[in-house]
């Protein structure tokens, strides 16, 4: 309820007509709301408050390293299945699972006695094919003694020239059944074709493994990783419009962020960019080669792990080697309504504005603003909630900008 003051007449007159008419109790309880609503406190007018107070940063160009973010996927630059190339019994394994391994280090080994005593049977079958030929050459030799001194006739020259030119390629054909039964024989002896790490085996010892056994175990490189991400063939084309004169595409860097949010601290760099656009998505593939160095505190089984998996599902933050000079305010002074992103400017008259603008490339704490503000302009960033649109505001500048930023 609204209280008001009456008049002093007015109040006298109601006190006198209340105890004519209506009895000494009503005569007091008029009273008493007549000295309320002629209270001094009812007539007291609010105090108007001054304007409210704000914090305030000057729009200037700050340097903003340009990044774009799609979704990658990380492989392994080099991944080996082994098989069974000849068909034995498993007799060893000599490796620990997950373990990491070297080029040329064996990782099974076969049975070898039928291997090896086939490789002995083709060196039998070696010498006596040399023993023959050797034995051809001299008939030979003979006959064309004989002949010069027309003692035999040609025609058994000739023959002792077949004779001869058949004991040699039968020598040929003994040595190579040799080294392919040596070849059989390395075969039983099956070793790491990479540096890698090595996964989880599908057999045991004791089985019989060949060629239609299928993968037995798979080596994986480790360190550097492949990155790759599909581009939209339309950003493919902005971003090497954009850096063509900085160098193409060599002049931008690669980081990825990880499943767990966390930007992985290595960086990489573009190696491939394919020749054909995918049909189905209408988009580029771009691949990025990254370190992936062990990480010294963490293991597993006594095996020191690392950041980067084949597989591995990331985000791919694509940027500029060189930061940009660009308009810049702080991510707080940003708002948004159905017509888009705008911006409180304080005039020179401490007034707040309301400002429409366009945003460009930003990072999670600076947007950059392509249009609608100008340089040494005042943009509001704190107090926000207290600011309306052609009202006065009292700013005060915030601290630094850098350290927001």
């Given at each position: 309820m609204t209280?008001?003051?009456l008049?002093?007449?007015?109040?006298?007159?109601?006190?006198?007509?209340?105890?004519?008419t209506?009895g000494?109790?009503l005569?007091?309880?008029?009273?008493?709301?007549?000295l309320?609503?002629?209270?001094?406190?009812?007539?007291?007018?609010?105090?108007?408050?001054?304007?409210?107070?704000?914090?305030?940063?000057?729009?200037?160009?700050?340097p903003?390293?340009?990044?774009?973010?799609?979704?990658?996927?990380?492989?392994?630059?080099?991944?080996?299945?082994?098989?069974?190339?000849?068909?034995?019994?498993l007799?060893?394994?000599?490796?620990?699972?997950?373990s990491?391994?070297?080029?040329?280090?064996?990782?099974?080994?076969l049975?070898?006695?039928?291997?090896?005593?086939?490789?002995?049977v083709?060196?039998?079958?070696?010498?006596?094919?040399?023993?023959?030929l050797?034995?051809?050459?001299?008939?030979?030799?003979?006959?064309?003694?004989?002949?010069?001194?027309?003692?035999?006739?040609?025609?058994?020259?000739d023959?002792?020239?077949?004779?001869?030119?058949?004991?040699?390629?039968?020598?040929?054909s003994?040595?190579?059944?040799?080294?392919?039964?040596q070849?059989?024989?390395?075969?039983?002896?099956?070793?790491?074709?990479i540096?890698?790490?090595i996964?989880?085996?599908?057999?045991?010892?004791?089985?019989v493994?060949?060629?239609?056994?299928?993968?037995?175990?798979?080596?994986?490189s480790?360190?550097?990783?492949?990155?790759?991400?599909?581009?939209?063939?339309?950003?493919?084309?902005e971003?090497r419009?954009?850096y063509?004169?900085?160098?193409?595409?060599?002049?931008?860097?690669?980081?990825?962020?990880?499943?767990?949010?966390?930007?992985?601290?290595?960086t990489?760099?573009?190696?491939?960019?394919?020749?054909s656009?995918?049909?189905?998505?209408?988009t580029?593939?771009?691949?990025?080669?990254?370190?992936?160095?062990i990480?010294d505190?963490?293991?597993a089984?006594?095996?020191?792990?690392?950041?980067?998996?084949?597989?591995?599902f990331?985000?791919?933050?694509?940027?500029?080697?060189?930061?940009?000079?660009?308009i810049?305010?702080?991510?707080?002074?940003?708002?948004?309504?159905?017509?888009?992103?705008?911006?409180?400017?304080?005039?020179?008259?401490?007034?707040?504005?309301?400002r429409?603008?366009?945003?460009?490339?930003?990072?999670?704490?600076?947007?950059?603003?392509?249009?609608?503000?100008?340089?040494?302009?005042?943009?509001?960033?704190?107090?926000?909630?207290?600011?309306?649109?052609?009202?006065?505001?009292?700013?005060?500048?915030?601290?630094?900008?850098a350290?927001?930023?």
């Amino acid at each position: 309820m609204t209280l008001f003051a009456l008049p002093r007449f007015a109040s006298v007159w109601l006190l006198r007509t209340a105890s004519a008419t209506a009895g000494p109790l009503l005569f007091v309880s008029v009273s008493l709301a007549v000295l309320l609503l002629a209270s001094p406190h009812a007539t007291a007018q609010p105090v108007p408050s001054a304007p409210p107070a704000v914090g305030v940063v000057t729009v200037e160009r700050r340097p903003m390293t340009d990044s774009y973010e799609f979704n990658g996927r990380v492989q392994a630059i080099n991944s080996v299945n082994i098989v069974a190339r000849v068909a034995a019994f498993l007799e060893k394994q000599l490796f620990k699972e997950g373990s990491d391994v070297k080029k040329g280090d064996l990782l099974f080994a076969l049975e070898k006695p039928p291997f090896q005593a086939a490789v002995d049977v083709q060196r039998a079958a070696v010498a006596q094919a040399e023993a023959n030929l050797a034995n051809d050459r001299i008939d030979l030799a003979r006959k064309q003694w004989l002949i010069a001194r027309a003692s035999v006739a040609q025609e058994a020259v000739d023959n002792a020239v077949a004779t001869e030119r058949v004991a040699a390629a039968q020598l040929q054909s003994a040595q190579a059944q040799l080294e392919t039964a040596q070849i059989n024989l390395n075969y039983t002896d099956i070793r790491s074709p990479i540096d890698g790490r090595i996964g989880r085996t599908s057999v045991t010892v004791g089985n019989v493994v060949g060629p239609t056994t299928g993968v037995l175990v798979t080596v994986v490189s480790q360190d550097p990783m492949y990155v790759v991400f599909s581009v939209p063939t339309r950003r493919a084309i902005e971003l090497r419009k954009q850096y063509a004169d900085k160098g193409g595409f060599d002049a931008v860097k690669v980081q990825i962020r990880l499943p767990d949010g966390r930007l992985y601290g290595e960086t990489g760099k573009l190696d491939f960019v394919n020749n054909s656009i995918a049909q189905d998505t209408d988009t580029l593939l771009f691949r990025a080669v990254i370190p992936n160095p062990i990480l010294d505190s963490q293991t597993a089984g006594g095996v020191k792990l690392r950041e980067l998996a084949a597989d591995e599902f990331v985000t791919v933050l694509l940027q500029s080697v060189d930061p940009r000079q660009v308009i810049a305010v702080p991510r707080a002074a940003i708002l948004a309504d159905q017509q888009g992103p705008y911006v409180y400017v304080v005039d020179n008259k401490n007034i707040a504005r309301e400002r429409q603008v366009r945003i460009g490339q930003s990072t999670p704490e600076t947007a950059g603003i392509v249009e609608g503000l100008k340089q040494g302009e005042r943009v509001v960033i704190d107090g926000i909630q207290r600011v309306r649109p052609g009202a006065p505001v009292t700013p005060a500048p915030v601290t630094s900008f850098a350290s927001r930023s």
